[in-house]
């Protein structure tokens, strides 16, 4: 009898590994329960208040469109976006150009930045879509430790007169760890070499961090320094689509080579309305931004007195690693059972060993919850202690 093979039989394989490792990822079902969301990035609650803020919406902008039609390259349709842009400059202080999302600006930037000349040095953590952006492009790039100062600057001392430029790009609150970048450090080492561009991807920084919410560079009175600064609207901001702050020639050159903002229905106006509402609204959340930070402190040292080990986190994003996928899945549902909504986190999104919970904290979350979730992660906790023993 020949073999009878079909061709999904490669991919059917794959998943049954995946399966085998506990790695498998389902789309999780929408859930009636009322649970506690710590899942979401909707770090200053504003996502599950855009009822209140409906109604603004249809006051300020009672004509916007649902539809772009076309890339903005191609259509009269871009008076919004445009808008956006301008808040965003008179915020920033440099121009703004909008993508359709932070997975889009990342890899329409940086694969339009990698011309011949260029290095890209990368935190061994950065975002999946800034090495997708290196890997379409083919651009040369090399990673360093996360976080390691020292590393990154042997780097650009190894490779500054081999190339042109070099260009190093951080997050500035990692997404996994929800540790902080040292922006003072990275300012230092752009200084020591004039061939150093800055590119910060402040995704789960912008509406959290700095006096007005713009993100850490904000909080830490560098915005000026970094040449490419990434925000996105998803996350606290409760919206869609992402910025980029650049310099006046890079925003010509993204417009006239971005691929993603060239070959892409440009994201809705309608969208880019209820964006800049919402980062007016953001500006001025100081109050939540204080709260934010003092639930993130109670829930880290709530986690080492428990666990013996201090989350790395200084952010609203407080891990909690249990090192393998099946503890990391017990941990989940019994926090569930007990009305915290979570997910384990596991390869590839995690190096294994790294699998964890991650708490993402909102605004809206009470000192009390905190507590109480604080109880439920101690008896959890013991489960997988017994299980692992
Ligand atoms: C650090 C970082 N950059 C970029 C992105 C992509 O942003 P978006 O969800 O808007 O595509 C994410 C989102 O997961 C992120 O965590």
């Known amino acids: ?41 909707d770090y200053l609650g504003l996502g599950r208040r855009g009822t209140e803020f409906t109604n603004r919406l249809a006051e300020r902008y009672p004509d916007v469109s649902f539809s772009s039609s076309a890339s903005r390259l191609l259509s009269r349709y871009g008076r919004m976006h445009a808008e956006l842009e301008d808040k965003l400059e008179m ?12 997975y889009h600006a990342n890899v329409g930037i940086v694969s339009a930045l990698a011309i011949s000349g260029t290095l890209f040095l990368c935190d061994k953590a950065i975002h999946a879509s800034v090495i997708d952006g290196l890997s379409m492009s083919g651009a040369d790039y090399r990673r360093f430790r996360h976080n390691d100062m020292d590393a990154l600057c042997n780097a650009v ?10 260009i190093i790009v951080t997050e500035s609150i990692y997404s996994m760890d929800g540790d902080c970048a040292p922006l003072h450090r990275l300012v230092e080492i752009k200084r020591s070499c004039p061939d150093v561009l800055l590119y910060l991807d402040e995704a789960h920084a912008v509406g959290v961090r700095g006096n007005r919410g713009l993100g850490l560079a904000e909080e830490e009175g560098l915005i000026q320094e970094f040449d490419i600064i990434v925000g996105t ?25 971005a691929r993603p903002f060239i070959f892409s229905t440009a994201i809705p106006p309608v969208n880019c309305a209820w964006s800049s509402l919402m980062f007016d609204v953001a500006v001025s959340m100081e109050e939540e931004r204080r709260h934010l930070m003092e639930l993130s402190h109670r829930l880290r040292t709530g986690i080492a007195e ?29 926090l569930r059972e007990r009305g915290f909504d979570t997910l384990p986190i596991r390869r590839p999104t995690v190096p294994p060993g790294g699998e964890r919970i991650r708490f993402s904290l909102n605004a809206s979350l009470s000192l009390d919850q905190a507590d109480t979730l ?15 023993s």
């Open 1 to 41: 009898m020949p073999d009878v093979r079909h061709p999904l039989d490669g991919y059917r394989k794959i998943l049954e590994r995946f399966e085998a490792e506990h790695r498998l990822r389902h789309i999780p079902a929408s859930s009636e329960e009322c649970l506690i969301d710590l899942l979401s990035n």
């Open 306 to 334: 428990i666990t013996g080990t201090l989350p790395v986190s200084t952010s609203q994003i407080v891990p909690l690693v249990t090192g393998d996928a099946c503890s990391a899945t017990i941990l989940s549902e019994s």
């Open 233 to 257: 609207f998803g996350k606290a901001l409760a919206s869609v689509g992402a910025f980029a702050i650049v310099p006046d020639e890079i925003r010509r050159y993204l417009v006239n080579t």
């Open 157 to 166: 001392t190894r490779w500054k007169d081999s190339y042109e430029r070099i």
């Open 374 to 388: 604080l109880q439920a992660i101690g008896d959890s906790w013991k489960k997988i202690i017994f299980r692992q």
């Open 91 to 102: 915020y920033y202080g440099r121009p703004a150009l909008i993508f359709n999302s932070g």
